[in-house]
């Protein structure tokens, strides 16, 4: 039982924080218009933060190894134009409709490519 309620509120958790970021991201989008310092100020956070963790042995995150980081520098290119297309959409229309769009997303992605004639997604994909 405890490992439902323990489900339960991580569900209710990330909810809440998803939901927070939301609300969060688009104040500051209505006062500051250049979406570009808030990507780059919620990147150097989340570094700091990382960095934090692993020095005072909250989290076991390797320290950086350029070699790995070359190799997986499309994957943060990548990253940041999805937040800068997602935080200019956010700047663009009401709240509700961001979160639908956002939600609908990866059922239109799903649909997409089952109808561009790749086989079926596992029942586990949709999930």
């Known amino acids: 039982m405890t490992v439902f309620v323990d489900s339960i509120i991580a569900a209710l958790s990330y909810g809440a924080a998803s939901m927070a970021m939301v609300f969060i991201n688009k104040a500051i989008l209505m006062q500051y218009s250049n979406s570009m310092t808030l990507l780059t100020v919620q990147q150097l956070a989340t570094a700091l933060l990382i960095h ?74 949709p999930l």
């Open 52 to 125: 934090i963790g692993r020095t005072s042995g909250f989290t076991k995150a390797k320290a950086l190894n350029m070699g790995v980081a070359k190799k997986l520098l499309w994957v943060p290119l990548f990253y940041n134009a999805n937040v800068a297309f997602a935080l200019a959409s956010l700047k663009g229309v009401n709240i509700p409709m961001y979160i639908a769009i956002k939600r609908l997303t990866p059922l239109a992605v799903l649909v997409t490519g089952f109808l561009s004639g790749k086989k079926r997604p596992s029942t586990q994909v």
